[in-house]
C-alpha cells in the first residue's frame, strides 16, 4: 500500500484490514452494491438517529462521492426534531441532507449507515420498510442483519472504515472533505485512537486522511474541546449524584437539568468519557433523559464485562465495551433491569 495520496486516485489500493478481518465481507456483497448503486438514479442514504460522528461523517463521505458520480443524493437521520448536533455541523456536505419528511417515500435503494437496527432509523425507518433494496453498512456486532443486503464487518473500528472502502471501490478519491468526514467516524469510535480498536490499519487510514490536509486540530476542537458554560452546570449536577457500588459508577441528569440551563440533550453525549474514568468500576452507565421523557442509557465498560449484549438484552444494542438502549422506566428501575442484565453478562 502507497502512502501517497496522488498515487491512489489512479489506483485505488486494498484496503489491509491489519486486525485480521480481510475478507470479512464477501466479494460479491461488493460486487452487488457496485451493481446496485450502477443502476439507481436516485439514491437514499441513512444513519442512526441523534447521529454520532461515525453515523453522519460515513453517510456524507459516501453522499459526496455518490454525487460527483452524478447520482441524485439525499441523506437523511429519522429524528422527529430534525437537527445536526452542535458537535457536528463543522462537516462538510451538510446541504445534501433532508429532513425526514422531504425523504423519498419508498427509495429504489436507501444506504444505511452505523445502524444496527430498523428502529434505530427512526422515522425512517417506514421508508426503509418500502426502499426496493437497503444496503447496510455497519460495525455493530449485534447487527440485526436487516436490510436486503449487508456490508457488515464488526471487526471494523468504525463504519467510516468500511465507507472508505466502499468509496475505494466506487472509484471515487479523497479529498479533504470527504477526508473531513471519514476522520470524524474514525476518531469517534475510536476514542482519539484510545480505544483496543485502534489498529495499525486503523492509524494507516488515518494517514491517508491526514494526507488531504484536514485540519485535525480544528476537528478534535469541535468534537471534544469546547462546549457552552451551560454544560458545565449540568456536568456538576450529574457528577454531585454519580453512585458507586460494586464496581459499577452511574449517573442520571434529567430534562429539568437541562432546561435549567438550556442544553441541548445532543450536549450530553461527552459525561460518559468523564463518569468511565472512575478507577473503582468496570462499568459505567449515565442515563440521560431526552426532549421527549425517555431515557437513552451510555453504558461503557474496561473489557471483562460484556455491555453490549447487556444493552441487546435490553433491547438496545452496541458494542463490547460501548453501547447503550433506551429505557421508559424509572431511573431506579431502570438501573435495576440493568444491574440485572449485568449479573448475567
Ligand atoms: P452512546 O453511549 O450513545 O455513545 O452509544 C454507544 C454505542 O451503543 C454506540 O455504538 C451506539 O450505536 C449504541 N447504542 C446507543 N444507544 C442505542 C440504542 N438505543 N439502540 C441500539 N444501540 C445503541
Ligand atoms: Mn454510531
Ligand atoms: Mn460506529
Known amino acids: 500500500m502507497t502512502p501517497d495520496v496522488r498515487d491512489r486516485a489512479e489506483r485505488p489500493p486494498r484496503i489491509d484490514f491489519s486486525n485480521g478481518a480481510a475478507g470479512a465481507i464477501p466479494e460479491s456483497a461488493w460486487d452487488r452494491t457496485l451493481r446496485l448503486i450502477g443502476k439507481a438514479d436516485e439514491i437514499a442514504l441513512a444513519c442512526h438517529v441523534t447521529p454520532d460522528g461515525d453515523a453522519l461523517g460515513s453517510m456524507l463521505a459516501v453522499a459526496f462521492v455518490l454525487r460527483s458520480m452524478g447520482k441524485r443524493v439525499v441523506a437523511s437521520f429519522g429524528d422527529r426534531h430534525f437537527a445536526v448536533p452542535r458537535l457536528l455541523r463543522f462537516l462538510p456536505g451538510q446541504e445534501m441532507l433532508v429532513p425526514p419528511a422531504e425523504y423519498p417515500a419508498a427509495p429504489e435503494l436507501l444506504i444505511t449507515f452505523d445502524t444496527s437496527t430498523f428502529e434505530r432509523l427512526g422515522l425512517l425507518s417506514d421508508n426503509a420498510a418500502r426502499a426496493r433494496e437497503v444496503v447496510v453498512v455497519d460495525h455493530h456486532p449485534s447487527n440485526a442483519g436487516f436490510g436486503t443486503l ?184 431502570t438501573m435495576t433491569a440493568f444491574r440485572r442484565q449485568l449479573r448475567k453478562a
Open 150 to 333: 449487508g456490508l457488515i464487518d464488526a471487526t471494523a473500528a468504525a463504519t467510516a472504515v468500511l465507507a472508505e472502502e466502499l468509496i475505494y471501490r466506487l472509484g471515487g478519491r479523497l479529498d479533504r472533505d470527504i477526508a473531513t468526514c471519514l476522520y470524524a467516524g474514525l476518531v469517534t469510535d475510536t476514542g482519539s485512537f484510545r480505544h483496543s480498536s485502534t489498529t495499525p490499519a486503523v492509524h494507516e487510514m488515518a494517514s491517508r486522511l491526514v494526507a488531504t490536509g484536514l485540519r485535525t486540530d480544528e476537528i478534535a476542537r469541535e468534537l471534544w474541546d469546547r462546549s457552552p458554560f451551560a454544560y458545565l452546570k449540568v456536568l456538576a449536577a450529574a457528577l454531585d449524584r454519580a453512585t458507586l457500588e460494586d464496581g459499577l459508577v452511574w449517573t442520571y441528569i434529567t430534562r429539568v437539568d437541562r432546561a435549567a440551563y438550556g442544553l441541548p440533550y445532543a450536549e450530553l453525549e461527552g459525561i460518559i468519557d468523564i463518569v468511565r474514568r472512575t478507577d473503582e468500576a468496570e462499568v459505567a452507565v449515565v442515563l440521560k433523559e431526552d426532549d421527549q421523557g425517555s431515557w437513552q442509557v451510555s453504558t461503557r465498560s474496561k473489557g471483562t464485562v460484556d455491555v453490549g449484549a447487556a444493552c441487546a438484552a435490553l433491547g438496545g444494542g452496541g458494542h463490547h465495551n460501548a453501547a447503550g438502549y433506551t429505557s421508559h422506566d424509572s431511573v431506579e428501575d
